[in-house]
């Protein structure tokens, strides 16, 4: 069975002061690895897709890379408009659904 | 560019009655999910779809709930005889291709409570 853990749950953070989070899995074979942005009472906002160890990729203040056994999200000098949940997921080569962590709930202080 | 459409947005249904929730995927897309959020739980897969064809339902409980997804419409999720454990955030979820090769899209979910 596929497994994902995300940490920290919670990330406290000064405007500016960069930081990762961390996605680390278990699974039968990695498809592809996803990250999501989620607010409060809304959906997942689909960020990246990695898939294969080495890959990265970047979107404005964030940077997602892949290792075998894991995934980091790393943060640069963020804004109070990063505040979010985070969201990891892994799809292995044996299906077609998302697995996903617990998520990172950021929050970034003015 | 509409992107995954779902309604109700909240749904309030008493003990036992019918629940039927609506997905829309994005244009261009064939495949669609459903995904549980339970109260302080995360994400769960439920149901994976395409048009008039069940691929993959192993998330689903095995009593109450069904899923379709006709030729023509929405992607229906159907919860018969509600019990209060089923109060929730169900999302949908769609891609351009199969799972895993294509990114899946959401949409922002219907809130389900059981009163």
């Known amino acids: 069975e596929d497994q994902v853990t995300q940490s920290p749950e919670a990330l406290r953070l000064q405007e500016g002061e960069s930081s990762s989070l961390n996605c680390s899995y278990t699974?039968?074979?990695?498809?592809?690895l996803f990250w999501y942005r989620q607010d409060p009472g809304k959906g997942p906002e689909f960020l990246f897709t990695l898939y294969s160890a080495g890959e990265e990729k970047e979107k404005e203040r964030l940077k997602a890379t892949l290792t075998k056994k894991e995934s980091f999200l790393h943060i640069t000098a963020p804004k109070p408009e990063d505040s979010a949940t985070y969201l990891c997921?892994?799809?292995?080569?044996?299906?077609?659904?998302?697995?996903f962590g617990g998520g990172t709930r950021l929050m970034v202080k003015p | 560019n509409a992107g995954v459409m779902q309604n109700p947005r909240h749904l309030v249904r008493r003990r036992g009655q019918e629940a039927r929730l609506r997905c829309s995927p994005m244009k261009g897309h064939s495949h669609v999910y459903w995904y549980r959020q339970l109260p302080e739980e995360g994400l769960k897969f439920m149901v994976y779809l395409q048009k008039e064809n069940i691929i993959d339902e192993s998330g689903m409980p095995k009593e109450r709930f069904s899923a379709e997804f006709p030729k023509e419409g929405p992607s229906i999720l159907r919860i018969q005889q509600v019990v209060r454990g089923d109060s929730a955030a169900y999302f949908c979820?769609?891609?351009?291709?199969?799972?895993?090769?294509?990114?899946?899209?959401f949409g922002p979910g219907t809130r389900l409570t059981v009163t």
């Open positions: 699974v039968s074979g990695l498809r592809g």
């Open positions: 979820a769609s891609s351009r291709r199969q799972g895993g090769n294509s990114e899946q899209y």
């Open positions: 997921a892994v799809v292995d080569n044996a299906g077609n659904m998302l697995t």
